[in-house]
């Protein structure tokens, strides 16, 4: 996978001038492969496995470029990715970070979905509030200036996951934020992932009330309060499903507190089958 990936840069119509990858541990001989395949065309750096987001802080500090860009060992970028991305950087000079679409496909190269930035951020320029309400964010699609990075900083090494989700949600609060709407990257989904880690909801949970309590005066009140009642919402599901039930029921009440509206209201309701709201009323009040 990560060769695959490596060579999608190679492939690029404006060439790359700088490949750094990050060994975070592997154990597999990958290190002794890259050399012998790549030789002086990538840097490769070794560190004791310490997560991604202390890989990707690792790349970004040695980083010299103009704009940065990130990929993942299992994704890759289409061959016309970082032309388009930086001749837009280059249009906007107040815009800090630019995505693209990205087609998100199976272990055996079939497509599930087109992963489309549009439907997140419909205008380009400050994006704060359409972050918050959908901070999805896939690395891959990523290209910033390095006043970014410098503004923001790097990941949030203390967060297994939704390591992603904050880097966005602060970058958005700094910084304009485009969108190249074309698929210029393909992110092989369904197979073992972190997400997968119970830590999930945990973490998601983390960086959204961090985000949603410094957003309080910058955006509209009940924007974020939606924002913070649909990250209760969609978690309350997600522990429900990994059967973790005390810790969806306290994602459930902290959602209804909020007052959420209806089509939050009829999922929350969702999370007791067989059930009437009467139920869910005495549950959140209790």
């Given at each position: 996978m990560v060769a695959r990936a490596i060579d999608s840069v190679l492939a690029q119509t404006r060439p790359v001038e700088e490949i750094i990858v990050v060994d975070d541990g592997s154990c597999d001989?990958?290190?002794?492969?890259?050399?012998?395949?790549?030789?002086?065309?990538?840097?490769?750096?070794?560190?004791?496995?310490?997560g991604v987001s202390a890989?990707?802080?690792r790349g970004l500090v040695m980083a010299r470029g103009r704009y940065l860009a990130l990929l993942d060992s299992d994704d890759e970028w289409l061959p016309e990715k970082n032309a388009r991305q930086v001749r837009y950087l280059e249009d906007?000079?107040?815009?800090?970070?630019?995505?693209?679409n990205v087609l998100r496909v199976k272990p055996d190269g079939s497509l599930?979905?087109?992963?489309?930035?549009?439907?997140?951020?419909?205008?380009?320029?400050?994006?704060?509030?359409?972050?918050?309400?959908?901070?999805?964010?896939?690395p891959l699609s990523i290209l910033m200036r390095r006043e970014v990075y410098a503004d923001v900083g790097g990941f949030d090494?203390?967060?297994?996951?939704?390591?992603?989700?904050?880097?966005?949600?602060?970058?958005?609060?700094?910084?304009?934020?485009?969108?190249?709407?074309?698929?210029?990257?393909?992110?092989?989904?369904?197979?073992?992932?972190?997400?997968?880690?119970?830590s999930t909801e945990d973490d998601y949970i983390r960086v959204m009330e961090r985000a949603a309590e410094a957003a309080i005066g910058r955006v509209?009140?009940?924007?974020?309060?939606?924002?913070?009642?649909?990250?209760?919402?969609?978690?309350?599901?997600?522990c429900i499903w990994r059967r973790r039930y005390r810790d969806g029921w306290r994602l459930a009440r902290k959602a209804w507190a909020l007052g959420p509206?209806?089509?939050?209201?009829?999922?929350?309701?969702?999370?007791?089958?067989?059930?009437g709201k009467r139920m869910v009323r005495s549950l959140v009040s209790a």
């Amino acid at each position: 996978m990560v060769a695959r990936a490596i060579d999608s840069v190679l492939a690029q119509t404006r060439p790359v001038e700088e490949i750094i990858v990050v060994d975070d541990g592997s154990c597999d001989g990958t290190g002794e492969y890259l050399a012998h395949r790549y030789g002086e065309r990538i840097t490769c750096v070794r560190q004791d496995n310490a997560g991604v987001s202390a890989a990707r802080n690792r790349g970004l500090v040695m980083a010299r470029g103009r704009y940065l860009a990130l990929l993942d060992s299992d994704d890759e970028w289409l061959p016309e990715k970082n032309a388009r991305q930086v001749r837009y950087l280059e249009d906007n000079p107040a815009i800090g970070m630019v995505l693209c679409n990205v087609l998100r496909v199976k272990p055996d190269g079939s497509l599930i979905d087109v992963f489309d930035r549009r439907e997140q951020i419909p205008v380009d320029g400050p994006a704060l509030g359409p972050v918050l309400c959908d901070p999805a964010l896939a690395p891959l699609s990523i290209l910033m200036r390095r006043e970014v990075y410098a503004d923001v900083g790097g990941f949030d090494e203390t967060l297994r996951t939704a390591e992603d989700l904050d880097f966005h949600l602060r970058v958005a609060a700094q910084w304009p934020i485009g969108v190249v709407a074309e698929p210029l990257a393909r992110a092989l989904r369904g197979h073992d992932g972190l997400s997968s880690l119970d830590s999930t909801e945990d973490d998601y949970i983390r960086v959204m009330e961090r985000a949603a309590e410094a957003a309080i005066g910058r955006v509209p009140e009940a924007l974020r309060k939606r924002a913070l009642a649909t990250a209760y919402v969609k978690n309350a599901e997600g522990c429900i499903w990994r059967r973790r039930y005390r810790d969806g029921w306290r994602l459930a009440r902290k959602a209804w507190a909020l007052g959420p509206p209806a089509p939050l209201r009829r999922r929350l309701l969702g999370l007791v089958p067989g059930a009437g709201k009467r139920m869910v009323r005495s549950l959140v009040s209790a």
